[in-house]
């Protein structure tokens, strides 16, 4: 099983700075099969990217995805109030899939 | 717009079998494949298991001794059934309707279960 670690655990900035999220696995995974969710409290996860760097529908271009092999970054250009909430990646190559344990992007 | 709602009991006894059916609205099952995912509450996500419109299936093998997943075209649902539960399965479950990739595009907003007797 591919495990997903996700760094840092809690990552606290205020908006208009960017923010920078890792996923790291323990084995290669395909870029094609990389994805990145936003969940904010009390709702269902949202799909931002899948493939490593292609934005879902409706995404906004201040968040973009980039990475291959067991290094992958979701990057989020300049923060807006709706952003803070907790993201996680997702490796959907290997059976099982598995997501990492999130990262919290909180408002400072 | 493709909407997924989740439907089943919200309280289910330790051993027992917890049953949930996933209903597709406003677009066609068929073609897709639709997958199962749980978050125990303040805890990361767990992928469960997916199912095809045509019936073949993937689990979780960490869930694969009581997990069963199926479809019912004519009826635009799939289900889920996790055998003998314990308070560990005490989550939020979501279905989801997958991309060409695997990743969930799509998802219910998610019921609680809770086992407890």
């Known amino acids: 099983e591919i495990v997903l670690t996700q760094s840092p655990g809690t990552l606290s900035l205020s908006p208009g700075e960017r923010a920078t999220l890792s996923c790291r696995a323990s084995?290669?995974?395909?870029?094609?099969?990389l994805a990145w969710y936003q969940q904010k409290p009390g709702q269902a996860p949202r799909l931002l990217i899948y493939g490593a760097s292609s934005r879902a529908t409706g995404i906004p271009d201040r968040f973009s995805g980039s990475g291959s092999g067991t290094d992958f970054t979701l990057t989020i250009s300049r923060l807006e109030p709706e952003d803070f909430a907790v993201y996680h990646c997702q490796q959907c190559g290997s059976s099982p899939y598995s997501f990492g344990q999130g990262t919290k992007l909180e408002i400072q | 717009q493709v909407q997924l709602q989740e439907s089943g009991p919200g309280l289910v006894k330790p051993s027992e079998t917890l049953s949930l059916t996933c209903t597709v609205s406003?677009?066609?099952?068929?073609?897709?494949?639709w997958s199962w995912i749980r978050q125990p509450p303040g805890e990361g996500l767990e992928w469960i298991g997916y199912?095809?419109?045509?019936?073949?299936?993937n689990y979780n093998p960490s869930l694969k001794s009581r997990v069963t997943i199926s479809v019912d075209t004519s009826k635009k649902q799939f289900s889920l059934k996790l055998s003998s539960v314990t308070a560990a399965d005490t989550a939020v479950y979501y279905c989801a309707r997958d991309g060409s990739y695997g990743d969930h595009v799509i998802w219910g907003q998610g019921t609680l279960v809770t086992v407890s007797s």
């Open positions: 199912i095809s419109y045509s019936g073949s299936t």
């Open positions: 084995q290669s995974v395909s870029s094609s099969y």
């Open positions: 406003d677009g066609s099952i068929s073609s897709y494949y």
